[in-house]
C-alpha cells in the first residue's frame, strides 16, 4: 500500500475509533430516543388534523413536532438535548461509511459497498438536518419546513432547466417512500436492532410495529413526491410543502380522515419502535 492510501486508511481507522467509542453509543441512544418522540408527536399532530383541528392549521411534520416541544414546561432544555442527541446519533451513524468505505478500492465489492455507504450517509444527513432544525428551535430561531420547502422549489424552476430538477428530485422522494414500504413489507429495518440481545417475544411485537410504521411513512414520503412533481408540472409551488402537505393531502380524499387516522397511527408506532431500538441499536446494515 502506497504512503497516501496508508494515510488515509489510518485516519479512517482512527476516526472509526471516535465513532465506536461507547460513550457516543450511549449519547447516539438519546438520539434514538428523540427521533422515536419526533415521529410520536407527528403521529399525534396527524390524529388531530383528522379529529380536531381544520386542515392547514398545525403542520403536521417534524416543526410542528418541535414547536409542540417548545411548548411545554422545559421545552428549550429539551430542545437543546433532542438537537444534540441527533447530531451525536448522526455522527455515530457515520461510522457506518467508515467501516464499509474500503470496499470502494476492491473492483468486485464496489456496487454493494456503494449502496451501503449511500444509505448510512443518507441516515446521517437526516439525523443531522433535524439536529440542526431543533437546535434553530432552541434558540428562539424557529424554522417552518412547509415555508421553506416552497421558497426552495420556488426559486429551483426558476433557473433553466429547473422544473426538471424538482421533478427529479419529487421522484427520488416518492423513490425513498417506495423504500420506506418495501422494508416495512420484508421487515428488514430489524436488521437495526441487535438481536443478541431483545427477548424474542418482543421482537415480534417489535416487527409488526415497525412494519407499520415503515408503510406509513412509505405513504406519506410516496406522497409527499408525488405532490413535488405535480408542482413542478403545473408550475404551482402551493403543493410543495413537504410531509405537512402530505399528511394535508392525504386527509382530503373521501375517506381521507380514516386514511390520515391510518397513517398517524403508522408514525406513532415507528415512534415506539424507535424508542425500542434506542434500548438494542445496532447500526450495521449488512447483518
Known amino acids: 500500500m502506497n504512503a497516501v492510501p496508508q494515510r488515509v486508511h489510518d485516519a479512517v481507522a482512527r476516526a472509526r475509533e471516535v465513532t465506536d467509542h461507547p460513550v457516543l ?81 476492491r473492483p468486485g465489492h464496489r456496487l454493494r459497498t456503494g449502496v451501503v455507504c449511500t444509505k448510512c450517509a443518507a441516515k446521517t444527513v437526516v439525523y443531522a438536518a433535524l439536529g440542526v432544525t431543533a437546535l434553530f428551535f432552541a434558540v428562539g430561531a424557529g424554522y417552518q419546513a412547509d415555508e421553506r420547502f416552497q421558497e426552495m422549489t420556488d426559486g429551483a424552476m426558476e433557473i433553466p432547466g429547473g422544473s426538471a430538477l424538482v421533478v427529479a428530485v419529487g421522484l427520488g422522494v416518492a423513490a425513498v417512500g417506495l423504500y420506506q414500504l418495501v422494508r416495512g413489507v420484508t421487515g428488514k429495518f430489524m436488521r437495526d436492532i441487535d438481536g ?52 394535508n393531502a392525504i386527509g382530503g380524499v373521501p375517506t381521507g380522515r380514516w386514511l390520515l387516522t391510518a397513517v398517524a397511527v403508522g408514525f406513532m408506532a415507528f415512534g415506539v419502535y424507535a424508542l425500542v431500538r434506542a434500548r438494542y441499536p445496532d447500526r450495521d446494515p449488512a447483518t
Do not use: C, N
Not at 430516543?33 to 407527528?42: M, Q, R, S
Not at 416543526?63 to 438537537?83: E, K, M, N, R, Y
Not at 415480534?204 to 410495529?209: P, Q, S, V
Open 196 to 247: 443478541d440481545d431483545i427477548p424474542a417475544h418482543w421482537e415480534r411485537r417489535l416487527e409488526r410495529l415497525g412494519s407499520v410504521g415503515y408503510v406509513a411513512k412509505g405513504i406519506a414520503f410516496t406522497v409527499s413526491g408525488g405532490l413535488l412533481v405535480y408542482a413542478a408540472v403545473t408550475r404551482d409551488v402551493s403543493t410543495a410543502t413537504g410531509l405537512d402537505g402530505a399528511m
Open 25 to 105: 453509543e450511549h449519547l447516539a441512544r438519546v438520539g434514538l430516543v428523540a427521533y422515536g418522540v419526533l415521529h410520536l408527536l407527528i403521529g399525534w399532530l396527524a390524529f388531530r388534523i383528522a379529529w380536531f383541528v381544520e386542515p392547514g392549521t398545525e403542520d403536521a411534520d417534524q416543526t410542528g413536532a418541535l414547536q409542540a416541544v417548545a411548548d411545554s414546561p422545559g421545552g428549550q432544555v429539551l430542545l437543546w438535548v433532542i438537537g444534540l442527541g441527533l447530531f451525536a446519533l448522526s455522527f455515530w451513524q457515520a461510522g457506518e461509511v467508515l467501516r464499509w468505505w474500503a470496499g470502494l478500492l
